[in-house]
């Protein structure tokens, strides 16, 4: 156990001050780099008859697109087919060739990327899906399609790199379609199916939740007798079944989510080739989770930004024709709870009575096919479903890939605002079909330097950078604190701190919870004005009524733990309070010191709390002590009347060549003027040759106004120190 030491010296701790961290993952980041001053949208474009054959002799004449229901003029024009480039009905390119030969690829024209992914297939899914894709490989593709193989269940799994070599992709076929990782799923389902026999025929037709109500209000929350007569075993099915439900709600936020996540990920890296990119996304379909409609929104206009389109095959095959009766279900649950909590006067509140308003919500949601045909149609593709026998369609997905028009028109941005700009194509030639995306999201030719996807609530945060003078509504403080990891090398903590009072606070109706939102980037430049490292999120906030002034008196937390050169850096976070249609805005420098093993010490923290580490904390977390985690509090400003005592956190490093015992002193000053020093003793380096160190110190004798501490460590002739700085009001 590491030691806590405690000083007794001028300063004060955070007993009055509540806490609230927010930990959400974020998407994985991908380079995005556009050709410096282009603004024109391209369009994959693939025409058909009202037979469904490819249109091969459409002019640009014949083609009308409209982008936020305005016309625009197309500036450029051609037909892809096969390894030929047609303008205006005219060859301009002829790379055909006659055998299957390896031959440099010329990226900026050959490359047309094809990836299969696979999400969570129980085993006849698995079975329909793997004769689908190898009937896909039977089909013809040019030499310059490349196809790559992905498994998406909890996270995205490469099991073939990109290559147009059809033995090695049916074998990549085979395996991603052999693996067991719904192996449970048929146990679950048949023990559903005993509860259900158990609590006996539902001979009104009601759902699985409204049986298990009118058994409960039958018994008075005893459970019921079910067919057998069993009062025992119907409460025992009322309680498996109660338990499946939930399983069954929380699966399918954690598949949406994990959907989701993993299908940014599978595009985010894709505009590395310029031309066509298709995705071939065999599902049993997903639901999008509440709270996951913004990374849904970002999926769709990533994909449609780098020119991906997705096919989206249900593999579930024709057991899919009934998709609308599980939400039918879920919704009749919802309404069966809603009215049960209005009868209940008293007793206990079941799973169900507790969980109806999220259950309402989600009820919409639950026909996943629905999500599939949403990605598919917006991004220019189609959805495959209700059939076993993928051929013909899979057939037509050939054709997509080698053969479609390419169309470029200026849509006339005069503001990047990051609207969603609506896109349709038409033909005035009649009885023609056109895929094309749905739209896409008004960003800037040069949004997204810094090496990460650009979401839309982004923009105006990022162009409030550049305001001047900064904009500063609502409190908040962020900092780069810098400490030493393995090896010897920096690290850097960002960390950002807002008082969650500065923030609107808003009731949708009288009865419902107080709720607003925090949207936040944060760029990380080195000393030549490069964007190294960048932190968004957004981050949704509820209280209720009981709730609300104590939430008010909490923080929200964030830190980011980094790996950044030695060297000078700045940080510019921008915050925006939604509810409150305010931004604050604010730059500091931190300086992240030279590598090595001389004696060092980290940044220091004024601690806002200190909880339990839970199973997601690295072990290499820096403000990880033994089992305890530290939550910093950046530059903040403390009352007096409600503060006792303040507590600081360091990392001291001794020179492990030094023989020479390591002394901390400690000196404050108060507007400028020194009150005194303290040298309190320092317990021994830890197996990782460190010292962590907190000093407590009361306030009881501190009059308000600015303060800096300045710590001092010394090791023999070696010589570190770090300061910090706080308000006592």
């Excluded at 490359?111 to 329909?128: E, G, H, K, S, Y």
């Excluded at 249900?314 to 049960?340: P, Y």
């Excluded at 968004?536 to 050169?565: C, M, T, W």
Aim: proline share 5%; charged share 20%; net charge negative.
């Amino acid at each position: 156990m590491k030691k806590i030491a405690a000083v007794w010296i001028v300063a004060g701790c955070l007993s009055g001050f509540g806490q609230q961290r927010v930990d959400q993952p974020a998407p994985s980041a991908g380079s995005v780099t556009l050709q410096a001053g282009t603004n024109e949208v391209l369009l994959d474009i693939v025409v058909r008859d009202k037979k469904g054959q490819r249109v091969t002799n459409l002019r640009p004449d014949e083609l009308e697109v409209i982008d936020n229901d305005a016309p625009r003029k197309i500036t450029s024009f051609r037909l892809i087919e096969g390894d030929q480039a047609i303008a205006g009905g005219e060859q301009v390119e002829q790379r055909v060739e006659q055998n299957r030969v390896k031959r440099p690829i010329d990226v900026e024209r050959d490359i047309r990327l094809v990836t299969l992914i696979f999400n969570r297939l129980d085993l006849n899914a698995r079975t329909i899906a793997r004769t689908a894709a190898l009937d896909l490989l039977k089909n013809e593709f040019p030499q310059n399609v490349y196809m790559g193989v992905l498994v998406l269940g909890d996270s995205l799994q490469a099991i073939q790199g990109f290559t147009n070599d059809i033995g090695l992709l049916r074998k990549a076929v085979e395996r991603a379609t052999s693996g067991a990782y719904t192996e449970f799923i048929a146990d679950s389902a048949r023990i559903e199916q005993e509860m259900q026999q158990q609590l006996g025929p539902a001979t009104a037709g009601e759902s699985v939740g409204e049986q298990v109500q009118e058994m409960t209000d039958a018994t008075g929350g005893s459970g019921g007798k079910g067919p057998s007569g069993d009062p025992g075993g119907a409460a025992m099915a009322q309680m498996m079944l109660n338990i499946l439900q939930l399983a069954r709600t929380s699966d399918l936020a954690q598949t949406g989510r994990s959907a989701i996540w993993g299908l940014i990920d599978a595009v985010s890296q894709q505009y590395r080739l310029p031309g066509r990119k298709s995705i071939l996304f065999f599902s049993p379909g997903f639901g999008i989770p509440q709270g996951m409609e913004e990374p849904w929104r970002v999926l769709i206009s990533t994909a449609n930004r780098f020119n991906v389109t997705f096919y989206a095959i249900d593999a579930r095959g024709l057991g899919t024709t009934a998709m609308n009766q599980e939400a039918v279900s879920e919704l009749r649950d919802a309404t069966s709870a809603s009215r049960a909590n209005l009868r209940k006067g008293s007793g206990l509140v079941t799973p169900a009575m507790a969980q109806a308003f999220d259950t309402a919500i989600n009820s919409g949601k639950a026909n996943t096919q629905d999500t599939l045909a949403d990605l598919a149609q917006s991004t220019g593709g189609f959805l495959i479903a209700n059939t076993n026998d993928f051929r013909d369609q899979l057939k037509k997905v050939s054709e997509d890939i080698a053969t479609y028009y390419q169309v470029t028109y200026d849509p006339q941005i005069t503001k990047y605002d990051g609207a969603f700009h609506k896109i349709e194509v038409h033909s005035i030639r009649a009885g023609l079909r056109i895929q094309a995306r749905s739209g896409y999201f008004a960003l800037p030719p040069s949004a997204g330097s810094g090496g990460v996807i650009l979401a839309p609530y982004e923009l105006s945060l990022i162009e409030s950078l550049s305001q001047r003078p900064l904009p500063h509504e609502f409190a908040f403080q962020s900092a780069g604190m810098h400490f030493r990891g393995q090896g010897h090398k920096s690290e850097v903590s960002v960390v950002l701190d807002v008082p969650i009072g500065s923030l609107t606070l808003q009731q949708a109706n009288p009865a419902g919870p107080y709720e607003g939102t925090l949207d936040y980037v944060a760029l990380v430049r080195n000393a030549g004005g490069d964007v190294v490292h960048k932190l968004r999120g957004e981050v949704p906030l509820a209280a209720r009524a009981d709730q609300l002034a104590a939430f008010k008196e909490s923080h929200f937390i964030y830190d980011e733990h980094l790996n950044l050169s030695p060297g000078r850096y700045t940080l510019e976070s921008a915050l925006s309070d939604k509810a409150g249609k305010k931004t604050s805005i604010r730059k500091s420098v931190f300086v992240v010191p030279p590598d090595g093993s001389s004696l060092g010490i980290s940044s220091v923290a004024l601690i806002r709390g200190i909880r339990e580490k839970n199973a997601d904390t690295s072990d290499q977390n820096p403000f990880l002590m033994s089992d305890k985690l530290i939550t910093p509090a950046i530059s903040p400003s403390f009352n007096k009347k409600s503060t006792n005592d303040l507590s600081f956190y360091l990392t001291i490093y001794p020179d492990q060549a030094n023989s020479a015992k390591t002394q901390l002193t400690m000196q404050f000053t108060k507007d400028g003027e020194q009150l005194g020093l303290g040298s309190p003793p320092l317990p021994d380096a830890d197996s990782a040759g460190r010292i962590q160190y907190v000093a407590t110190a009361p306030t009881d004798k501190m009059l308000p106004g600015d303060y800096q501490v300045l710590f001092l460590v010394k090791q023999g002739t070696e010589v570190a120190h770090e300061s910090v700085t706080f308000t006592l009001q």
